[in-house]
């Protein structure tokens, strides 16, 4: 479907890579891609054993891959705290983290720290996890940060009273919210520091699990059979959905605070091109206020001589 493939990047042998949800849908696909690359990939993920199958499958198509499993629960700061403690231990850089994991439109719902999930899982986690791996980013060459955002951060608004949907909790717009705190994040990221390259991008419509957990999880069939159909019809697979964040993440002339997706029908599906979100995304007072809110809630302060 799309004209770019991972294939024509720069060789990423030698570098380091960190990627969240890495063991289905796009998290599977970026370290496939990354993997046929050269790149040393660690796949995060919340289930080992579901690591563990994903890396065997991945090695069986990609010859020589070099891929670790290790355990991360975006869900716990304390996880968060663990794996990267066990990261820095293990190796001497990070060349590239890729902030993939998500869920997406779930009942309400609260993680061991008392944050509402989206907002925790999707925002937070990967802000702690940032945070606590900047030590080992610095220290690698070029590194960069990508964050994958969606196509319904165009829905979302930034409820700073009411983050965590206490007063009034609707799943999509949680979900929107949270992938709009994801561009603030990214592009605030690269405004303050001069070392890390942070872009992010999006799949467009992805045919992934993601898109099934919330129906299930509230019981909503009607809401499934949708999704599947959509899926079939409108969506564009894993693969593709993919190809953004390894553009993103690989290619020379991508600079920091750039965002990408794709460029075919109504930005859901095609090759990678560079895009522009939107302007609540550029707003760079709400990113300041999120970096700050995001520092008290979850106790990482990091680039302390920022701006």
């Known amino acids: 479907m799309s004209d770019w493939r991972p294939v024509t990047a720069p060789d990423q042998s030698g570098r380091v890579a960190v990627v969240t949800g890495a063991n289905s849908g796009l998290g599977y696909e970026i370290t496939k891609g990354l993997a046929g690359l050269g790149a040393d990939v660690v796949m995060a993920c919340r289930s ?50 890729v902030n993939n994991a998500g869920v997406m439109a779930i009942p309400q719902s609260e993680t061991v720290d008392g944050f509402e999930t989206q907002f925790a899982v999707n925002h937070l986690g990967h802000f702690a996890l940032t945070g606590h791996l900047l030590e080992s980013l610095q220290a690698a060459e070029a590194p960069r940060v990508g964050t994958m955002s969606s196509l319904a951060h165009t829905r979302g608004e930034m409820n700073f009273e009411d983050l965590h949907g206490e007063t009034d909790y609707d799943a999509w717009g949680a979900y929107g919210q949270s992938k709009l705190a994801n561009l603030l994040f990214a592009y605030e990221l690269d405004r303050q520091s001069d070392e890390i390259l942070s872009v992010a991008a999006h799949p467009g419509w992805a045919a992934t699990n993601l898109q099934y957990v919330g129906p299930e999880q509230s019981g909503d069939r009607l809401r499934k059979a949708m999704m599947r159909v959509a899926n079939a019809v409108i969506a564009q697979d894993a693969a593709d959905g993919a190809l953004p964040m390894l553009y993103a993440v690989t290619m020379r002339e991508v600079a920091g605070g750039e965002y990408y997706g794709p460029g075919g029908f109504r930005k859901m599906r095609g090759s990678p091109e560079r895009q522009r979100s939107s302007e609540s995304s550029y707003n760079q007072e709400d990113a300041r206020r999120l970096w700050d809110v995001s520092e008290e809630l979850t106790g990482v302060q990091y680039l302390p001589d920022a701006a």
């Open 48 to 97: 080992t054993d579901r690591g563990e199958r994903a890396r065997h499958e991945i090695e069986a198509e990609v010859a020589d891959a070099n891929l670790t499993v290790a355990e991360l629960d975006l869900a716990s700061l304390s996880s968060i705290a663990s794996f990267a403690d066990w990261f820095e231990a293990e190796y001497d850089a990070l060349n590239l983290l």
